[in-house]
Every structure is written in C-alpha cells, then in structure tokens.
C-alpha cells in the first residue's frame, strides 16, 4: 500500500519536473544504471510480436546491399541477428556496458559487418554541427564509401526525450540519413487509445516519456516521412508497443 502510495507520488512529481531535469534523469538511467538489455525475458509475448512485426514487415524490404543504422540499440540483438544478411550496419548507445555487450555478442557469432559506436544522442542531435554527415568524420570508425544508409532503426528510443522538439530532430537527422527510397523503422511504446500522454516514472529512477499514436504520427509526416504500415501490441494496462514501418514522402517529380 505504501508503495503503491509512493509511486503515484513520484509520478505526480515526475509530471511537473523541468523537461531538462527529466531528461538528465532518464540519459544518466541507462547510462550507468542497467547492464543488461532482455524484453524477451521481461515481456517474452509482447516481444515475439514485435519480432513477428520485423520478419513480416521489415525484413523483406532488406538485401544484401543494405545498410542500417540503429539508434538506441542496447544489446543490438535483433540487429545482430539479421546482421549476415545485410552489407553493414553503425550502431549507437549511449550505455557503454550495453556497447560492451553488444561487441562481445558480435565477436562470438563471428559479425564483422556491425561498427558500434558510443554517444549520447539526445546531445548529438542538439549540436549546431551533429549531423551524420560530421558524425562520420568525428568518429573516424566510418568509411565514405560505406556511408550509403539506406535504414534507420528507432526501436524505444524517444520515448526517454523528454523533449518533442528533440524527437522532431532526431526524425530530421533519420530524414537526412535515409535516401529517397529508405525506410524508417520506429518501435516505441505509446498510451493506448483515446488517453493523454503521461510521463512514467518508477521508484527506482526510469523515467520515461508515454506519446500518443497521433503525437507520433504528426511527428512523422511533420519529418517528411508516411507511415507505411503500423502494428499495436497492448502492453500494460494503459501502454502498447506501437511499431511503424516508414517511407520518405517524395514529391511528384520524385525528389
Ligand atoms: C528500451 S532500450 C531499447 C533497446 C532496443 N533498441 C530495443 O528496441 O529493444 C532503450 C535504449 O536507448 C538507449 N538510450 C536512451 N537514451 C539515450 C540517449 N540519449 N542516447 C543514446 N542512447 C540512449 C539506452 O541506453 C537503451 O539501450
């Protein structure tokens, strides 16, 4: 009882917090508090839809010659699973243990083709000058000739920006990586249906930011993308799992 007493206390104040505070709250969380990144133990059913999504929807706009970046990739398990398939991939965290991790798992299954780097990309994308283009040469890890992206993976990643000016540019950043056939992949976790977006916000310190499908869908037509198609997995009571598969929207003359 207490607890549960607590908990509503802490998320009436995680409402009313500063988006900076929150924000700093939520990038030092995954910073320095986890060291293991598991949703198919945590939510093992809701994740195997979300898989079911990526193998029916995702997958088949992959080829050899395809290129990915993921933004937020944790462990990067799924993407190290597809990683044989495709030519290359940059993945970026800001949780260094996570990076770890992701580079032993590479290293034991023999991936080659997956280049990991560490950054904090609500900072990077606030920086006059953080752009792909630069973030390329400031990591010196990326070949020009390799830098032919032609996917963007988001996979749970907004949902801890505070700020929806910064979600706004991190779909600009996906809009100006992506060529005009490209696709976006955007997972995150939404409120369901007909509710108000909330911030969540637990005892231990994970805070995180729950948008509405239609906070996100502006989002995304606002950056210059459709949704192609979209998949919903109730998760909690009040949350689902959204999943959106991405195109540029390109004007008639195909530009
Ligand atoms: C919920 S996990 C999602 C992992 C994976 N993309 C997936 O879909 O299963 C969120 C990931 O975003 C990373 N992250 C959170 N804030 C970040 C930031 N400001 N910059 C870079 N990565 C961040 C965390 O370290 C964590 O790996």
Redesign the pocket.
């Known amino acids: 009882m207490l607890k549960r007493l607590l908990l509503y206390l802490n998320s009436k104040v995680a409402q009313t917090l500063p988006p900076d505070i929150v924000q700093k709250s ?2 030092a969380n ?1 910073k320095n508090q986890w060291s293991e ?1 598991r ?1 198919d133990q945590m939510y093992p059913d809701t994740h195997a839809q979300r898989e079911a999504f990526l193998a029916k929807r995702f997958e088949p706009t992959l080829s050899r010659e395809s290129c990915i970046v993921e933004l ?3 462990n990067a398990r799924y993407l190290l699973k597809i990683a044989p398939g495709i030519k290359k991939a940059y993945a ?4 260094p243990t ?1 990076l770890q991790t992701a580079r032993d798992c590479a290293r034991e299954r023999g991936v080659t083709n997956v280049t990991f780097i560490e ?4 900072q990077w994308i606030n920086k006059p000058d953080g752009l792909p283009d630069i973030e390329k040469r400031l990591s010196g890890a990326i070949n020009d000739d390799d830098w032919e992206i032609t996917h963007v993976f988001v ?3 907004l949902m ?1 920006f505070a700020k929806d000016e910064d979600a706004l540019k991190m779909f600009a950043v996906c809009n100006r990586l992506l060529p005009k056939t490209g696709h976006l992949l955007l ?1 995150e976790t939404l409120v369901k249906d007909g509710l108000s977006r909330k911030i969540h916000s637990a005892a231990e310190g994970y805070m995180a930011i729950y948008r509405t499908y239609e906070e996100y869908r502006a989002m995304i037509e606002q950056a210059g993308f459709k949704i192609e198609c979209d998949d919903a997995i109730g998760h909690e009571k009040d949350t689902c799992h959204h999943s959106f598969l991405c195109s540029k929207i390109t004007d008639t003359a195909g530009h």
């Open positions: 939520m990038a995954w990144w949703p937020g990739c944790a970026f965290d800001i949780s996570f950054r904090d990309l609500q996979g749970a990643l801890y997972r």
